[in-house]
């Protein structure tokens, strides 16, 4: 079965870098894309970017050019999300996603579990 | 960016009772291949968020059958024919046909 494993719960201070993993299981990784999503505490669903692992190809959301970086490892089947100079509120669980492989249409079949990331002084 | 705009944001059901979300869009979802990339979602307290319903009216794997969509162009619904107490979270639109993908607000769904 399809399975999104997401690396555990972070606390940063304002500034800091976070590197967020997805690990994926039960399909063939380097047929698809991630999606990365987040959601601040009360808050909707925020759509940061994608990647796709077929040929690493990237979109970010215009919110979060310059500041963030995603990557995938097709050897272990893992998709990374990094947000640097990290602010408060950037406080938020952060999703991955399973996604197309080039930009189409996108599906976001499957989820991860979540990563909370906390961002305090 | 397409917007999507849900209606209503909080919706209190009985259990037993039917119950409808509603998904307007700032542009028609049809895509160039003649499919609509509209899904719904379920987030439960504490979980992540779930797909139901995929290109309007699909159901996915595990899902009831008292959730249903519909709709075409720019006007969509999730409908629950019988509300369940597992049924309690937020429910979200999406649209995949236009890129980039976009959400709407969400809607809360509780019991009364």
């Known amino acids: 079965q399809v399975q999104l494993v997401q690396s555990g719960a972070e606390v940063k201070k304002p500034g800091a870098s976070v590197k967020v993993s997805c690990k994926a299981s039960?399909?063939?990784?380097?047929?698809?894309?991630v999606t990365w999503v987040r959601q601040a505490p009360g808050q909707g669903l925020e759509r940061m970017g994608w990647?796709?692992?077929?040929?690493?190809?990237?979109d970010y959301a215009q919110k979060f050019q310059g500041r963030v970086t995603m990557t995938t490892d097709t050897s272990t089947s893992t998709a990374y999300m990094e947000l640097r100079s990290l602010r408060s509120d950037d406080t938020a669980i952060y999703y991955c996603a399973r996604d197309v492989p080039v930009i189409a249409v996108a599906i976001f079949d499957y989820w991860g579990q979540g990563t909370l990331v906390t961002v305090s002084s | 960016d397409v917007v999507l705009t849900q209606s209503p944001l909080s919706l209190p059901v009985t259990l037993g009772q039917p119950a409808s979300v509603s998904c307007r869009s700032s542009?028609?979802?049809?895509?160039?291949?003649?499919?609509?990339?509209l899904s719904w979602f379920q987030q439960r307290p504490g979980q992540s968020p779930r797909r139901l319903i995929y290109?309007?009216?699909d159901r996915d794997t595990g899902v009831p059958d008292r959730f249903s969509g519909s709709g075409s162009g720019t006007d969509f619904t999730l409908k629950i024919s019988r509300v369940e107490a597992e049924d309690v979270g937020v429910y979200y639109c999406m649209q995949g046909t236009h890129w980039p993908p976009t959400f709407g607000q969400g809607t809360k769904l509780e019991i009364k």
């Open positions: 542009e028609r979802l049809v895509h160039s291949n003649g499919n609509i990339y």
């Open positions: 990647i796709s692992a077929y040929n690493g190809n990237t």
């Open positions: 290109t309007v009216s």
């Open positions: 039960g399909y063939a990784f380097a047929n698809y894309g």
